[in-house]
């Protein structure tokens, strides 16, 4: 056998190892990235039960927008806390509880209104936690639906403002890709893109998100170029009384 040979085999063999290697980090990684996807998705659960908990107390479901009349403090998390089982719950901090964030993106320091949104107003309708007049279950069920109304969802964020400085940042943001949430690669949360009409998540291929009724579903990302009935399928969406359903 000659020295050359032994050398391509040793190359080969050192190829393969890490090969191996990459294989094995990048299926941690999948495996972490699945159980944080679980533990969002538990979490969402919990702020719907919550929800409907408060529902079932004052005839109406949360709204962020605040009313002294009626009672809602202008916080979706502060007010669904009241019905919160949580011993050590902090009525003056309210948002930075575990329970309410996605494990995906970051610890207590960020609150989950960074990730978590409602899509406020659009042209297409308004969402539930952005109701000036806080909606009554009849008043959604007569409108989209309950499965069909999206309550709480990570928002549309732009990849450029995940700076990395969250412990969980890293392990999945990416600065030398223009979309790191994209596998495709078709820059469906650039910074060009209109963000409202997106959903976005931590999550690799998709969004966690909470109906009314409760439910949980993963969103698979869709961009602002696909419309139901003219309406961008996400706008759409985040609205509940789009007219869709
Ligand atoms: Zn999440």
């Given at each position: 056998m000659?020295?050359?040979?032994?050398?391509?085999?040793?190359?080969?063999?050192?190829?393969?190892?890490v090969?191996?290697?990459?294989?094995m980090?990048?299926?941690m990684?999948?495996?972490?990235?699945?159980v944080?996807?679980?533990?969002?998705?538990?979490?969402?659960r919990?702020?719907?039960t919550?929800a409907?908990?408060?529902?079932?107390s004052?005839?109406?479901?949360?709204?962020?927008?605040?009313?002294?009349?009626?009672?809602?403090s202008?916080s979706?998390?502060y007010?669904?806390?009241?019905?919160?089982?949580?011993?050590d719950?902090?009525?003056?901090?309210?948002?930075?509880?575990?329970?309410?964030?996605?494990?995906?993106?970051?610890?207590?320091?960020s609150?989950?209104?960074?990730?978590?949104?409602?899509g406020?107003?659009?042209?297409f309708?308004?969402?539930?936690l952005a109701?000036?007049?806080?909606?009554?279950?009849?008043?959604?069920?007569?409108a989209?639906g309950m499965?069909?109304?999206?309550l709480?969802?990570?928002?549309?964020v732009?990849?450029?403002?995940?700076?990395?400085?969250?412990?969980?940042?890293?392990?999945?943001?990416?600065k030398?890709?223009?979309?790191?949430?994209?596998?495709?690669s078709?820059?469906?949360?650039?910074?060009d893109?209109?963000?409202?009409k997106?959903?976005?998540?931590?999550?690799?291929?998709?969004?966690?998100?909470?109906?009314?009724d409760?439910?949980v579903e993963?969103?698979?990302?869709?961009?602002?170029?696909?419309?139901?009935?003219n309406?961008?399928?996400?706008?759409?969406?985040?609205?509940?009384?789009?007219?869709?359903?």
């Open positions: 000659s020295p050359r040979f032994r050398l391509r085999d040793l190359l080969i063999g050192a190829g393969i190892a090969f191996v290697v990459w294989l980090l990048f299926g990684r999948r495996a972490r990235e699945n944080s996807r679980v533990g969002c998705e538990n979490n969402l919990q702020l719907g919550l409907q908990m408060y529902c079932n004052v005839g109406f479901y949360p709204t962020e927008v605040k009313n002294e009349k009626l009672g809602p202008g979706f998390f007010d669904v806390a009241t019905f919160a089982p949580y011993p719950r902090d009525p003056a901090a309210p948002d930075p509880r575990r329970e309410y964030l996605c494990p995906a993106r970051r610890g207590i320091e609150s989950p209104r960074t990730d978590y949104g409602y406020a107003n659009s042209p309708g308004i969402s539930v109701a000036p007049t806080p909606l009554t279950r009849s008043a959604i069920e007569s989209d499965t069909f109304t999206l709480l969802s990570h928002k549309g732009r990849p450029s403002q995940y700076d990395g400085s969250g412990p969980n940042d890293l392990a999945w943001y990416d030398s890709i223009p979309n790191s949430r994209d596998p495709l078709l820059n469906r949360d650039s910074d893109l209109e963000m409202w997106l959903l976005g998540s931590p999550h690799g291929d998709g969004v966690p998100s909470l109906f009314v409760g439910h993963f969103l698979p990302y869709v961009g602002s170029e696909v419309h139901i009935n309406v961008p399928v996400m706008a759409a969406r985040w609205a509940y009384n789009d007219g869709n359903r």
